[in-house]
């Protein structure tokens, strides 16, 4: 059984620095591509940080130079340090999983069997 656990949301201002966890089990994690999507009220969900199973990253511009993503495949656990946060980064934050790489673009979501119950962030300005 497949499980995504996201940890590490909450409300906090406009600056500052939170980090983001997503624990997974039921998977040969360190063979997956891992990937946080976010989606706000009336928007697409959106992919905003991709790790394939190599350690290749990419961003979405929205979040370049501010997020960084990680994964610890000793602990089967995926981050994201979220910095310089703004409050258009209040979304429900998502993390998800691939075993056939990382797919990006518009829609990339539908691509993704594997998702987490999401965790919320809320950034104040």
């Known amino acids: 059984q497949v499980q995504l656990v996201e940890s590490g949301g909450g409300s906090v201002q406009a600056g500052g620095s939170l980090r983001l966890s997503c624990a997974a089990s039921g998977i040969t994690y360190f063979s997956y591509c891992m990937v946080w999507f976010r989606q706000s009220p009336g928007n697409e969900r959106e992919g905003v940080a991709f790790?394939?199973?190599?350690?290749?990253?990419t961003y979405a511009d929205s979040v370049k130079g501010r997020f960084t993503i990680s994964r610890d495949n000793a602990k089967n656990t995926l981050y994201l340090q979220m910095s310089s946060r703004k409050p258009e980064d209040t979304a429900m934050y998502y993390c998800?999983?691939?075993?056939?790489?990382?797919?990006?673009?518009?829609?990339?979501?539908?691509?993704?069997?594997?998702w987490g119950q999401g965790t919320q962030v809320t950034v104040s300005s």
């Open positions: 998800a999983a691939n075993p056939y790489g990382c797919a990006s673009g518009s829609n990339a979501w539908r691509s993704y069997d594997f």
């Open positions: 790790i394939d199973s190599y350690g290749s990253i």
